[in-house]
């Protein structure tokens, strides 16, 4: 899929629309912008609203990103961030705490097992899982011994560990090489392994950005969601929106492009061009809502 086609904008100057490619998508935008205090936008953090960095500590959304969301959240049932980091980063390095606008945003980090508000300021978390204590104390050792250590590194997530590849001279070898000993390890200690643009991380079963993004939306009943994300991990979270479209709910899926993971461009109902592409798609948002 090519870059989004814009509808010019309107006599109100109001910037134009894009157009999914399919009908569900069509009809998925239809419903958020009939009835936008009934519809969810819940968003991808890394990839979606950052772009994807060598070094994901250095992440930050997008400029401007937080001024999109705190135009549009006001007139929305609801906006989530649903993100495999931890709540308190993703709300750090996205600057979302404080903003005028954005006083019922909602993320959900670990993939759901934390939640952060701007109600209360505060993060809720579940018990960590004894296995990534495990996993965590045996990975460097277990990369050494395979001999997988040279241009691998691991991110430390909290409730999870991630092992990328970007920097190894083939990242793609590197990555290929590594799901097999990585599951194996990962199976060993109760955990499983979550693939990602050049990562792959271990963490707890039963909880992944589908389970997630289906549970908020019962939670605040929403008619209708818009879900954007860019890598592998957002592939649950796509499929329960298929489900719930299935079961009658309306669903938009944007896909913030990327030639990394094809099978989610494949999926979407409208590809856009990384975060700038997601910013824009905000802005034509906020402007056509009411």
Not at 4 to 28: C, F, I, K, M, N
Not at 237 to 261: I, N, P, Q
Request: charged fraction near 20%.
């Amino acid at each position: 899929m090519g870059d989004p086609t814009y509808a010019q904008p309107d006599r109100a100057g109001r910037p134009g629309l894009p157009e999914p490619v399919t009908s569900a998508g069509r009809d998925g935008l239809a419903a958020l912008l009939a009835r936008p205090d009934r519809s969810v936008v819940a968003l991808d953090f890394d990839g979606t609203l950052a772009a994807i960095v060598p070094d994901p500590e250095q992440a930050r959304a997008h400029p401007d990103a937080v001024p999109a969301l705190a135009a549009l959240a006001p007139r929305l049932r609801s906006v989530a961030v649903v993100t495999g980091r931890p709540a308190g980063v993703a709300v750090r390095y996205g600057g979302f705490a404080g903003v005028p606008g954005l006083e019922h945003l909602v993320v959900l980090g670990h993939y759901g097992a934390e939640r952060w508000d701007a109600v209360t300021g505060t993060v809720q978390a579940a018990e960590p899982h004894p296995g990534v204590a495990a996993v965590r104390a045996e990975l460097p050792g277990f990369l050494d011994a395979i001999d997988a250590w040279r241009g691998t590194w691991i991110e430390e997530k909290g409730r999870a560990v991630a092992v990328h590849t970007r920097r190894a001279r083939d990242p793609q070898a590197a990555f290929d090489a590594l799901r097999a000993p990585l599951a194996e390890l990962a199976h060993r200690h109760g955990l499983i392994v979550e693939p990602g643009r050049m990562v792959l991380e271990l963490r707890p079963p039963g909880m992944d950005k589908g389970v997630a993004l289906a549970a908020y939306l019962r939670e605040v009943g929403a008619e209708s969601v818009l879900y954007a994300g860019d890598d592998l991990g957002d592939l649950p979270a796509f499929a329960a929106v298929e489900k719930l479209r299935s079961d009658g709910m309306a669903g938009l899926l944007v896909c913030s492009g990327s030639a990394e993971v094809a099978e989610l461009a494949d999926r979407a109902d409208l590809v856009v061009d990384g975060p700038g592409g997601v910013v824009a798609l905000l802005n034509s948002l906020a402007g056509h809502v009411t």
